[in-house]
């Protein structure tokens, strides 16, 4: 099994900056926030069987605190969640879950910054899903424990002029012996240069070294570029060019490959309250062994907040790869397309609803099998506030995979009663 403390040495330092400028800025202003919340889950599916399903409901007790601070230089947030799970059924299954995030934004002069964030997680849930994608699917109901960190300065030479370097670590502990974990180091040095208001440059170039328990290691080696044209502030054109060397450790293999991309793109700003992006470019993974894939790639988003309403839609397609998650698939095309609404019926009532979809063709000689995967997700609900400091939510939520490997489909539905209750004060 693999060993990592950069989580924990990410969250020691993050603790750390919390008490130095707390102390040292007495005008700071500082929340604190407990909070806990009560959840009862109905699954019909809990261990995404394609077949032979057995459901179950689940009892969630979260415990929580969450701290802010912030001052003119310094904004902070640490927020963590403890989870006790307990099963009607299968009391064996009954587990304690974490969820910890901490952020640190800190003007050091003038001109740098610095800036750090860590995310933690330790769960049971078998389907991880972030922004407008599902990351994980985790089969079995395995525990495993998932941390992204990342410390970062920046040195500020103009008003949108900056050049960062920094540090990102990938960490993956399956606790089942039948799944994949993982560990990535990435160091970057990005570079945004305007040259007058209407023209500008970004660079990026990056260098990670995965690690995995059973597969072979690899080297990434990246670097991309970036024209901006700006007519307005908010409307921009760009044309893109992105670069990857990948290179696996074992030397009788011929897996290694490299990856071309070019895109076109324009970004919209229409007022303060909505935004439209739209690219379209192409791909070539070029294999050293010979063989190479290549395909069209294309991003769309709209996104537009009201008073009441807000409205997010988003498609993208393309090239992609899987080596940090418990599959650990490789290299794929995919299309994913994903919408979510909601709407304050209310002052305290809000209806809220989402539907994504992706499709994924692994392939290369880097995996055992060629595979295609389709994934359907929607969910819906409403959330009430009362009582100014209670909130209860129910969500219904439907997956669906089809693949071409029997054993990855599944079918699942859940139901989720969410009942949470917090009170910030100014210490």
């Known amino acids: 099994m693999l060993k990592s403390f950069y989580h924990s040495a990410l969250i020691l330092l993050l603790l750390t900056g919390l008490i130095f400028p707390a102390a040292a800025d007495a005008a700071m202003k500082k929340t604190l926030t407990p909070k806990i919340s009560i959840q009862e889950q109905y699954d019909d599916n809990i261990d995404l069987e394609a077949e032979?399903?057995?459901?179950?409901?689940?009892?969630?007790?979260?415990?929580?605190?969450?701290?802010?601070?912030e001052s003119p230089d310094t904004t902070m947030a640490l927020d963590y969640e403890a989870g006790f799970s307990f099963y009607r059924?299968?009391?064996s299954r009954d587990s304690t879950r974490h969820k910890g995030r901490a952020d640190w934004d800190q003007?050091?002069?003038?001109?740098?910054?610095?800036?750090a964030t860590d995310t933690f997680i330790r769960t049971e849930e078998p389907i991880l899903e972030t922004?407008?994608?599902?990351?994980?699917?985790?089969?079995?109901r395995n525990i495993y424990r998932r941390n992204t960190g990342q410390v970062s300065f920046s040195y500020e030479f103009g008003e949108e002029?900056?050049?960062?370097?920094?540090?990102?670590?990938r960490y993956f502990d399956d606790m089942s012996p039948s799944d994949e974990d993982s560990q990535g180091h990435e160091g970057f040095l990005n570079l945004d240069a305007w040259f007058?208001?209407?023209?500008?440059?970004?660079?990026?170039?990056?260098?990670?070294?995965?690690?995995f328990e059973q597969r072979d290691d690899f080297d990434q080696y990246a670097a991309g570029l970036t024209a901006n044209y700006r007519w307005q502030p908010s409307r921009r054109f760009y044309a893109r060019y992105d670069?990857?060397?990948h290179d696996f450790e074992d030397p009788g293999q011929r897996n290694d490959h490299r990856v071309h991309q070019g895109a076109l793109g324009v970004s919209l700003a229409f007022g303060n309250h909505t935004n439209f992006d739209v690219e379209g470019g192409y791909f070539l993974q070029d294999y050293l062994n010979g063989s190479r894939m290549d395909g069209a790639t294309f991003k769309i988003g709209l996104l537009t907040r009201g008073q009441r309403a807000s409205l997010r839609l988003a498609g993208s397609g393309g090239y992609e790869q899987d080596y940090f998650s418990s599959e650990n698939l490789g290299s794929s095309k995919y299309r994913r397309a994903f919408g979510s609404a909601g709407y304050l019926l209310t002052e305290n009532l809000r209806i809220f609803a989402s539907a994504s979809y992706s499709r994924q063709e692994f392939f290369g000689a880097d995996i055992e099998v060629d595979r295609k995967d389709e994934l359907w997700r929607g969910s819906g609900g409403f959330s009430l506030s009362f009582l100014r400091r209670l909130?209860?939510?129910?969500?219904?939520?439907?997956?669906e995979r089809d693949s071409d490997e029997p054993a990855a489909e599944f079918e699942d539905n859940r139901v989720t009663l969410r009942l949470t209750g917090a009170y910030p004060f100014q210490i």
């Open 391 to 399: 909130q209860l939510s129910l969500e219904a939520t439907h997956s």
């Open 52 to 69: 032979d399903e057995d459901s179950d409901w689940i009892t969630l007790v979260s415990p929580g605190i969450s701290l802010e601070l």
């Open 161 to 169: 002029d900056r050049l960062t370097a920094g540090y990102r670590n």
């Open 89 to 91: 059924d299968d009391s």
């Open 196 to 211: 007058t208001p209407q023209y500008g440059i970004g660079l990026t170039s990056r260098c990670n070294r995965g690690q």
């Open 243 to 245: 670069f990857l060397y």
């Open 107 to 115: 003007r050091l002069t003038r001109h740098l910054r610095f800036q």
């Open 131 to 140: 922004d407008e994608r599902v990351e994980i699917v985790q089969r079995q």
